[in-house]
């Protein structure tokens, strides 16, 4: 994999959580908890940007490295920018993945599958997604869809579309795409470059923009979708599943 940098996104004005990325999950902060788990893909640098002094002495007292952003920033995807700008001003790191900083439960190899695709030419931007096994899933417009053409002898698919409804039509598949993604570092600053598409806008999904704009995304399809925490029951899991009493 070429030299790769993870930048996780926290900011502290979450609406249904706010303060999300401080709150406790089995003794830590649930930041230090994703924390963890990105420095134990192996992948390379790992650093978190945030719009909080409070987020960034959580972290550098277990040892990570964090970095202060602006506090007005429109995505996670805008921040990151900002943060790999002023910590690899080198452009050392050819990829860069955006991890979401409210996945306490994510699994180290995920981030590799996600990023996988990227040590090969073609794909600008690649992400993941797990094949839909609840049945209910199917129609939940919270559960964001990705409709893609497989791409022989590698188990990925090719990105074609992302969306809310229940897509495609007819029998077969659908997959729930997960929202971790590995760019290219000049499709990155190409992205953010762009101003949000008409069905971004639409289906209030970022991801639309690149396709929009002719770039291209290739799909890890997994096992298993991890754990993000939006809600106070969301929260409550988390901590069931990582012990917390």
């Known amino acids: 994999m070429p ?20 709150l406790d999950i089995a003794g830590e902060p649930m930041i230090v908890q994703v924390w963890r788990r990105a420095a ?4 390379g640098r790992v650093v978190v940007a945030t719009d909080s002094s409070d987020v960034v002495a959580a972290v550098t007292a277990v040892g990570g490295e964090a970095v202060m952003t602006r506090d007005d920033h429109a995505s996670g995807s805008d921040r990151i920018f900002e943060a790999i700008e002023a910590i690899d ?13 409210d996945l306490p439960t994510l699994e180290p190899r995920l981030i590799e599958a996600c990023a996988a695709p990227l040590s090969e030419p073609g794909p600008d931007i690649a992400t993941l997604a797990a094949e839909i096994d609840v049945e209910e899933e199917k129609t939940n417009p ?4 990705v409709v893609g053409s497989p791409l ?15 897509a495609p ?25 762009l101003q949000p598409s008409p069905l971004e806008k639409r289906e209030k999904l970022e991801q639309l923009r690149a396709l929009e704009a002719g770039m291209r995304i290739d799909v890890t399809v997994v096992d298993t979708v991890p754990l993000g925490v939006d809600t ?6 988390a901590r069931r599943l990582l012990g917390a009493t």
Do not use: C
């Not at 030299?3 to 401080?22: E, H």
């Not at 134990?40 to 992948?43: D, F, G, T």
């Not at 029998?171 to 990155?188: K, N, S, T, V």
């Open 169 to 193: 039509y007819g029998d077969g598949p659908l997959y729930h795409h997960i929202g971790i993604y590995a760019y290219r570092r000049e499709a990155l600053g190409r992205f953010v470059s």
């Open 142 to 145: 919270n559960v964001v869809k």
């Open 232 to 237: 106070p029951a969301d929260l409550e899991r």
């Open 3 to 22: 030299n790769t940098l993870i930048v996780i996104p926290a900011r502290m004005q979450a609406t249904r959580l706010p303060g999300k990325p401080m």
């Open 40 to 43: 134990a893909a192996n992948l």
């Open 89 to 101: 001003p080198g452009a050392r790191a050819s990829i860069i993945v955006n991890l979401q900083g």
């Open 152 to 166: 022989p002898q590698t188990g990925r698919l090719r990105a074609l579309y992302f969306t809310r409804a229940t």
